[in-house]
């Protein structure tokens, strides 16, 4: 157990809709991290929050936001889903961040949307 | 670009057996490069970090080395619950951004 926490587990949706995934880090990290892994992409970084502010965005659509919160939970809100976007979310965090940080990064469970 | 490519995809191994697992990386400069366990259907369980050529870490049956463009994940007398997908991944500057650039990893089985 990573001590991260991510709720849901399993998440079954309409295309158009709305969702919101929610992630707890580990007792301390100020960075959430959020990765999609689909079959054919592999692990792809797609938003870091440090401390409640955003610091660096990967390969994340318009359709998607995310926000982390002054307790520092996290949420990745995920609109208008196409089929495309059915993957296996993950929240990781990590104590700092920056340069000059040991900055292994510690994953939760997952969770596994799927758009029908 | 920013690369990290694992071989073999995939390594069918009897129980005892040794063997490594191999990570090359191009990248713009080397931050870190971190090894990770992967069951079916799990989130990603961090097994080591290496910062500079040269180093080591051992956890158990596993050891990880690290050169300039590639690291190896050597699994000595391997048993049937080290069978996972191990994924290597690197932070890389120097724009400070702490994302982890991940391989599409090796899946290994080992078999009694």
């Known amino acids: 157990d990573s001590g991260v926490t991510q709720t849901p587990k399993h998440l079954i949706t309409a295309t158009g809709q709305r969702v919101t995934l929610r992630c707890s880090p580990r007792s301390g990290d100020l960075s959430v991290y959020w990765y999609q892994q689909s079959l054919d992409q592999g692990l792809q970084f797609l938003i870091h929050?440090?401390?409640?502010?955003?610091?660096a965005k990967g390969n994340i659509l318009e359709r998607f936001s995310a926000q982390q919160f002054p307790d520092l939970h996290s949420e990745l809100n995920l609109s208008s889903l196409e089929l495309g976007d059915s993957a296996l979310y993950f929240c990781?965090?990590?104590?700092?961040?920056?340069?000059?940080?040991?900055?292994?990064?510690?994953f939760g469970p997952g969770t596994r949307l799927t758009v029908l | 670009e920013d690369q990290v490519t694992q071989s073999p995809e995939a390594l069918r191994l009897q129980e005892g057996e040794s063997s490594s697992l191999n990570c090359s990386y191009t990248v713009s400069g080397l931050r870190g490069l971190f090894w990770y366990r992967q069951d079916p259907g799990k989130g990603p369980e961090f097994l080591f970090t290496l910062y500079s050529a040269g180093e080591e870490k051992e956890k158990e049956r596993l050891k990880a080395t690290l050169t300039k463009k590639e690291s190896f994940l050597h699994i000595t007398a391997p048993k049937p619950e080290d069978s996972a997908t191990y994924l290597c991944?690197?932070?890389?500057?120097?724009?400070?951004?702490?994302?982890?650039?991940f391989g599409t990893g090796t899946r290994l089985q080992v078999f009694p």
């Open positions: 991944a690197v932070q890389t500057g120097p724009d400070n951004t702490d994302k982890l650039i």
């Open positions: 929050y440090y401390n409640g502010e955003e610091r």
């Open positions: 990781a965090s990590s104590a700092l961040a920056g340069a000059y940080s040991y900055n292994e990064q510690f």
